[in-house]
Every structure is written in structure tokens, then in C-alpha cells.
């Protein structure tokens, strides 16, 4: 949904509490907020003429009402104001936040972070048609929101994936039923085949359009294919927490990252099940893959002391890490440069493999025991990290620069990794949340760069 503001919106209110506000009719002089359009997003600033909130609010026609998305400022410290009775005015405004600055203020209230970005602000208002304006913060940090699930329960599903059909599978862990996000933003279940306790961890998009669920505990393989059809296949090799996310090679095998696996065991093209030798085992040793450039899949190291790839011809084999320890990274990112960047789930630092294959490690803003499980890169080509535990996300920019920025809801092991839709949202996957949360990064309006999706898709 775009973030759209109008000249001179104002109405009334007489909405109690801190929940979503019905709006009455434009006040004299002023237009209603219908002019904002059903469904769009836009600044809005309330007062009762002694208490204050401004925020960011998205807009329904039906009931005529405006929700209280995110919260700027405010006379309650910042936090939703409880409103008492009476009549409030509504209206549209700039809030402060939107005003130069040339270092990102870390959190995901600040509009305007740079001065490249802010002038290009000022120029789509030059362009914009009577001062309306609906614009992208590709260049700044994206709109925290959370949605509704219609399924939730405790380590409910790890890891999602994009469908051709732009639709969102959460891939089932402990859930007894799938459930999805369409392209229009509907959730909703699906019947499953096969359900297992710690059953999948993470999927893949097949070339054919199917999704494979990466088999944890499951003694079968599942899928989904392109036309929503649930089937299951026998599997060569089966163990407890055998595997942990998985990668499209370029041949179009998909592998599974073994984590307590002897032995690698992938999917050919042709639906082919068949294992491999691995170089180097351990007990929870990987935990999701990244394809390189070069075609090398790249194992991301949990526990194991060094780390491990696949080339494109199949060869495997181990290199050195700069930094180990117990449950130090779960899941990857390709960066647009070609460096691989590990997610950091009880790491002091972050680590990242360069496309000339060099492994080094650099600073975090913030760090915690079990803080994020996988990552997203946005179309901005920023890197986000999924917070699993963590109290704030946090991201690297496409330049290196890493930032935190607040977070809707929070919990011990919300949410375990993230995709990426059509329309340039990051949707965070439940694992114990009891809402769904998600990244606006709107790239597609005029300072936005469109939708780019990597090529390579890999969710944990």
C-alpha cells in the first residue's frame, strides 16, 4: 500500500481509547480523508487541544475509519495515546521526522536519513500534481506493521517461500495445517499431507513451480505445487533434525543444508532423490545455505568450526572461518555486491564471505542470545535480519552501514525467517508470534527502484 498525503484533510473524532479511529465528516474548508484513498497509508496528527499523537495510519472507507499504524511522537511519551472523551481533530500533516539529516537516526521512524534521499523528496513534490504526493523510501528504513494469522501455535511454522503465483508459503514445523499470504495480502490455510512435530525447516522453489519443504524430522518429503496441489515423496535418508533450510543450485537440484545429516541429499530436476558425501559432519552443524555468484552453495556455519560448500560441478569441500561458536549464525543473504552475509543468531559479529571467496567479520549494533533466524534483502538492497528474540531488527545497508530500528511486537522466538513479495514487502514468518509482521519498503512509487527479486531466493 503506497504512503499517499493530500492538501488540507481534516476531520473529527470522538473514538475512546488506543485502538483505530472513526472518522467523522470534513470539517469546513478541508477535504475528508476519503481523499486519500481505501487501503492507503498516510501522516496523520491528532489533538484534543491538550494531549497529541502523531503516526503514520492507514485509511478504510468502509466505516470510514483510520487505523494507528505506528506511532511518532506523542504527549504520552512517544506511546498511543488513551483517548478520553470528546472530540478530537484529525489531520493530514509532515511530521518532523522528514526533515534533512546525514546520518540514520537508527530506528524506523526516521523518514528523511540522508541528504540524497531528502533532495530527491523535494524533487517528486516539484513533479507531483497539485501538491498530492505518494512516494517510496527505498533510500530509508521501511514501515513496521503486524497483520493478523488465522493459524497460530507454539514453533508453528520456520522458514517461507515465494510462489510463482506471488502468493507466500510458511513452511509447517509443528503446524498441522499450512497457511499463506496472497499477493493481495489474504491469509489463509491449507490442508497438509503430512504433519510431524519439528517435521520441515525452511523450503525451495523448484523450476517447475513446486515448493519443497526442507525435511527437520520428517521421515517424507512435501510439497506444493504450482497449482496449490499437496503431495508427499519417500526420501533416501531420514533423521532426527537431519536438515535446515535448503538451495536452488544452478542445475536445478535443490540441496538440503545438512545440520545433524551424515550426508548432503538433494532433489534433481527430474524429482530424483539421491544423497552425497559431505567433507565435514557434526552435530547441528549448518543451518541454511546461499548460492554464490559463481554457482558455489555455501552452508551457513551453527556450530560447525569451518565452513563448507558446494560448487557447481558438485565438488564439496571446507574452508577456514574467522569466527565459531555454539549457535553463532542461522541463515544467509546474498548482498547485491556478491558478498554472503551469515545472520547472526547468538554471534558477537557478524561474518560474510566475499565474492573472491575472503571471510571476514565486522561490528554489530546489537547482539543477543538467539537475536535473528535469517534474512531478506529488500529491493534498496539492504539486508534485514529476522528477529527471532531480538527487542529491535536490525540491517546492513547496501553501503555496509548496519542500524537498528524498532520493532512492533516481540517475543522469545517470534519469528523465523522472512520473504520477500511482489510488492516489496518483507513478511516475517510466525514461529511463537501470535501476529504476523512485516516491512513496507513501497519501492515502487517515484522514489522507489521497482521490485528487483534477487535470483537467488533463499529464505533461512
Not at 503506497?2 to 477535504?31: E, F, M, N
Not at 551469515?342 to 561490528?363: D, E, H, L, M
Not at 520477500?420 to 504476523?436: E, H, M, R, S, T
Amino acid at each position: 500500500m503506497p504512503i499517499v498525503l493530500k492538501d488540507r484533510v481534516k476531520t473529527t473524532t470522538t473514538t475512546t481509547g488506543t485502538g483505530t479511529l472513526t472518522l467523522s465528516t470534513a470539517a469546513t474548508g478541508y477535504q475528508a480523508f476519503s481523499a486519500i484513498g481505501d487501503g492507503n497509508q498516510t501522516y496523520y496528527l491528532i489533538t484534543d487541544g491538550t494531549n497529541w499523537e502523531t503516526g503514520l495510519g492507514t485509511y478504510t472507507s468502509s466505516g470510514t475509519t483510520l487505523s494507528r499504524d505506528q506511532v511518532f511522537e506523542s504527549s504520552n511519551s512517544g506511546a498511543l495515546v488513551n483517548w478520553g472523551a470528546g472530540s478530537k481533530d484529525v489531520f493530514c500533516g509532515w511530521p518532523s521526522a522528514a526533515t534533512a539529516g546525514g546520518v540514520p537516526s537508527a530506528d524506523n521512524s526516521s523518514i528523511g536519513t540522508d541528504l540524497s534521499g531528502w533532495s530527491a523528496f523535494q524533487a517528486s513534490l516539484m513533479n507531483g500534481v497539485n501538491g498530492d504526493v505518494t512516494f517510496g523510501n527505498n533510500s530509508t528504513n521501511g514501515v513496521v506493521s503486524t497483520f493478523s494469522l488465522v493459524y497460530t501455535a507454539n514453533s508453528a511454522y520456520a522458514g517461507g517461500v515465494l510462489a510463482p503465483n506471488g502468493d507466500i508459503h510458511f513452511v509447517p514445523y509443528f503446524a498441522n495445517r499450512g497457511q499463506k499470504i496472497s499477493s493481495s495480502g489474504v491469509v489463509s490455510t491449507y490442508s497438509l499431507v503430512y504433519t510431524a512435530s519439528a517435521a520441515y525447516y525452511g523450503g525451495v522453489l523448484a523450476p517447475n513451480g513446486d515448493i519443497h519443504f526442507v525435511p527437520f524430522s520428517a521421515n517424507r518429503g512435501q510439497k506444493v505445487s504450482s497449482a496449490g496441489v499437496v503431495s508427499t515423496y519417500s526420501l533416501v535418508y531420514t533423521v532426527g533434525a537431519a536438515y535446515a533450510g535448503g538451495v536452488l543450485a544452478p542445475n536445478g537440484d535443490i540441496h538440503f543444508v545438512p545440520r545433524n545429516a551424515d550426508r548432503g541429499q538433494k532433489i534433481s530436476s527430474s524429482g530424483v532423490v539421491s544423497t552425497y558425501s559431505l567433507v565435514y559432519t557434526a552435530s547441528g552443524a549448518y543451518f541454511g545455505g546461499v548460492l554464490a555468484p559463481n554457482g558455489d552453495i555455501h552452508f551457513v556455519p551453527t556450530v560447525a568450526n569451518r565452513g563448507q560448500k558446494i560448487s557447481a560441478a558438485g565438488v564439496v569441500s571446507t574452508y577456514s572461518l574467522v569466527y565459531t561458536a555454539s549457535g553463532a549464525y542461522v541463515g544467509g543473504v546474498l548482498a547485491p555486491n556478491g558478498d554472503i552475509h551469515f545472520v547472526p543468531f547468538g554471534a558477537n559479529r557478524g561474518q560474510k564471505i566475499s565474492s573472491a571467496g575472503v571471510v571476514s567479520t565486522y561490528s554489530l549494533v546489537y547482539t543477543t542470545n538467539d537475536a535473528y533466524l535469517g534474512g531478506v534483502l529488500a529491493p534498496n538492497g539492504d539486508i534485514y535480519f529476522v528477529p527471532a528474540s531480538a527487542a529491535v531488527g536490525q540491517k546492513i545497508s547496501s553501503a555496509g552501514v548496519v542500524s537498528t530500528y524498532s520493532l512492533v511486537y516481540t517475543a522469545g522466538g517470534a519469528y523465523y525467517g522472512g520473504v520477500l513479495a511482489p510488492n516489496g514487502d518483507i513478511n516475517f514468518v510466525p514461529y511463537q508470534a501470535a501476529v504476523g509482521q512485516r516491512i513496507f519498503t513501497n519501492p515502487g512509487a517515484p522514489l522507489g527502484l521497482g521490485v528487483c527479486l534477487s535470483p537467488f531466493l533463499n529464505k533461512l
